[in-house]
């Protein structure tokens, strides 16, 4: 849920540009990523369905040759 700001989110190759008040939901084993657009503050409310969060990088330094990362929440 994104509570202020704009943010630039590509799910799965679509990118959707959501704000204040939107609501995105990412199916499991999606790629997904956002950037914030503009000048303001992001704030945010992320919540994932599992015990365990795990991070495959796609993209950037951490991406090239990196394994999965895990971490209890």
Do not use: N
């Amino acid at each position: 849920m994104i509570h202020s700001c704009k943010a630039l989110f590509t799910v799965a190759g679509a990118q959707l540009v959501g704000e204040g008040g939107l609501i995105i939901v990412v199916p499991e084993l999606t790629p997904h990523k956002f950037e914030v657009v503009g000048p303001d503050r992001y704030r945010s409310t992320h919540i994932h369905a599992s015990d365990r969060f795990i991070t495959d990088w796609l993209e950037g330094p951490r991406a090239q040759d990196a394994p999965s990362t895990t971490d209890r929440i």
